[in-house]
T-cell receptor
Framework: DAGVIQSPRHEVTEMGQEVTLRCKPI?????LFWYRQTMMRGLELLIY????????DSGMPEDRFSAKMPNASFSTLKIQPSEPRDSAVYFC?????????????FGNGTRLTVT | AQSVTQLDSQVPVFEEAPVELRCNYS??????LFWYVQYPNQGLQLLLK??????LVKGINGFEAEFNKSQTSFHLRKPSVHISDTAEYFC????????????FGRGTSLIVHP
C-alpha cells in the first residue's frame, strides 16, 4: 500500500498562471477529499467525491477553483487564474467507505506559493 | 451542525513531562471522535479514535484520550513526552447519519523542549 500520492510536493508560480495539483488515492477507497491548510483558516474542506462523483463542493472558494475525478485512481484540483492568496498547503485524502469508523488517509500535501 | 474547539493553539512542554491537549465539541446527536497527528512536511495520520464502548481510548506512540459526554470533551494525554512528539495535533468529529464527513479543529502545536 503506497498510500495517497500527491504531486508535485512544491509548486511556485506567478499570479495569473494556471496550477494543477494531482492526487492518486489508495486503491479501493470510495471517497476522495481535497483540503486546504493555511495559518489563518486551518484545515478547510474544499470538495469531496464518492465513487468519482463530486458530492459537495461548497468549500471551493470561487469559480477559479475546479476539481475533477475522471476515474477511481486519479483526481486533479485546478486553479485558474492563480492569486497570491491561494498560497497554502493542499492535501488530498481518501477513505474506504461511508462507515463512521473509517479514518481519512492523507497524502503529504502540495505546498503552493503564488507570487 | 457539529463543531470542534481546540482551546490551545500552542503547548510548550519539556521532554519527559506529561501533556494534555484539549478538545471540545458541540453536536446534538451521537458523535465519533478522532485525533490526528501531523509531523512537519507530512500529511495527517490517525492517532486514535473513539466510536463507542470504553471512554478511555489508547492510540499509537503512548497517547490516550478520554471521551467525556457530559463535558463534551475528548482530551488527548501522554504521561511522558519525547522530542519526537513535536507536531501539530488535530481533533476531529463526525456525527451519526449522512456520509460521516469529519469536522476538524484548528489544531494544537505541541512543542517539546529538551
Amino acid at each position: 500500500d503506497a498510500g495517497v500520492i500527491q504531486s508535485p510536493r512544491h509548486e511556485v508560480t506567478e499570479m495569473g498562471q494556471e496550477v494543477t495539483l494531482r492526487c492518486k488515492p489508495i486503491s479501493g477507497h470510495d471517497y476522495l477529499f481535497w483540503y486546504r491548510q493555511t495559518m489563518m483558516r486551518g484545515l478547510e474542506l474544499l470538495i469531496y467525491f464518492n465513487n468519482n462523483v463530486p458530492i459537495d463542493d461548497s468549500g471551493m472558494p470561487e469559480d477559479r477553483f475546479s476539481a475533477k475525478m475522471p476515474n477511481a485512481s486519479f483526481s486533479t484540483l485546478k486553479i485558474q487564474p492563480s492569486e497570491p492568496r491561494d498560497s497554502a498547503v493542499y492535501f488530498c485524502a481518501s477513505r474506504p467507505g461511508a462507515e463512521y469508523n473509517s479514518p481519512l488517509h492523507f497524502g503529504n500535501g502540495t505546498r503552493l506559493t503564488v507570487t | 451542525a457539529q463543531s470542534v474547539t481546540q482551546l490551545d493553539s500552542q503547548v510548550p512542554v519539556f521532554e519527559e513531562a506529561p501533556v494534555e491537549l484539549r478538545c471540545n465539541y458541540s453536536s446534538s446527536v451521537s458523535v465519533y471522535l478522532f485525533w490526528y497527528v501531523q509531523y512537519p512536511n507530512q500529511g495527517l495520520q490517525l492517532l486514535l479514535k473513539y466510536l463507542s464502548g470504553s471512554t478511555l481510548v489508547k492510540g499509537i506512540n503512548g497517547f490516550e484520550a478520554e471521551f467525556n459526554k457530559s463535558q463534551t470533551s475528548f482530551h488527548l494525554r501522554k504521561p511522558s513526552v519525547h522530542i519526537s512528539d513535536t507536531a501539530e495535533y488535530f481533533c476531529a468529529v463526525t456525527v451519526s447519519g449522512g456520509s460521516y464527513i469529519p469536522t476538524f479543529g484548528r489544531g494544537t502545536s505541541l512543542i517539546v523542549h529538551p
